[in-house]
C-alpha cells in the first residue's frame, strides 16, 4: 500500500469520529432552539441512529412532546436519526 492509499483510508476513521461530534452539536442546538433549554454535550449520546438523552424526567417529557418535528430537523440538516430516547 504506498502513501497516498494509506493516507485515503486514514482519513476515513477521521471522517467517522469528526461526524459524531458534529452530530451531537447539530442535535444540541436543535434542542435549545425548538425545546428551550440547554443539554450538555456529555448528556447526549448516539447509538445506531438512536438518540439518548440523560436529563431530568421533566426535559424528556418536552423532548417527548416534540419528537416529531426535532426528528424532521435532524433529517433536514443532515443527521441521520431514527428515535429520541
Known amino acids: 500500500m504506498d502513501i497516498n492509499g494509506l493516507s485515503s483510508y486514514l482519513k476515513k476513521f477521521q471522517v467517522l469520529l469528526g461526524d459524531k461530534k458534529e452530530e451531537k452539536k447539530i442535535i444540541q442546538e436543535v434542542i435549545e432552539n425548538t425545546c428551550y433549554f440547554s443539554v450538555s454535550f456529555d448528556c447526549i449520546s ?38 429520541l430516547r
Open 46 to 83: 448516539i447509538r445506531k441512529g438512536i438518540i439518548y438523552i440523560d436529563t431530568s424526567p421533566l426535559q424528556k417529557t418536552e423532548l417527548i412532546m416534540n419528537k416529531k418535528s426535532l426528528l424532521k430537523q435532524y433529517k433536514d440538516r443532515g443527521v441521520d436519526i431514527i428515535d
